[in-house]
């Protein structure tokens, strides 16, 4: 049964940083193109950034510079490491092979001072 985790959102201040997780069960995350969205309050789901299964990385213009996203084939788990976080950051964030629709429960991730 596919399944994915998210965790590691939180509170943080503006500058901060913080490492989202996305713990896979099911398949393998190197073996997919995998993704990750975001949806802030009132807004639909808007693409973040994604990583090939060669390991060739693509973001979003508004993280660029800012996010990194990578993965451990050992823990089977994708990262989304984000620094420099802004308030327009607030969002849900989400997880997901590239093809695919989110499903899971996402982690809130909140930038305010």
């Known amino acids: 049964q596919v399944q994915l985790v998210e965790s590691g959102g939180g509170l943080v201040q503006p500058g901060g940083s913080l490492r989202l997780s996305c713990a896979a069960s099911?398949?393998?995350?190197?073996?997919?193109?995998m993704k990750w969205v975001r949806q802030a309050p009132g807004k639909g789901l808007e693409y973040v950034s994604q990583i090939t299964s060669g390991g060739i990385t693509a973001y979003a213009d508004f993280v660029k510079g800012r996010f990194t996203i990578s993965r451990d084939k050992a823990k089977n788990t994708l990262y989304l490491q984000m620094n420099s976080l802004k308030p327009e950051d607030t969002a849900v964030y989400y997880c997901a092979k590239r093809e695919d629709i989110p499903r899971g429960q996402g982690t809130q991730v909140t930038v305010s001072s």
């Open positions: 099911g398949f393998f995350v190197s073996s997919y193109a």
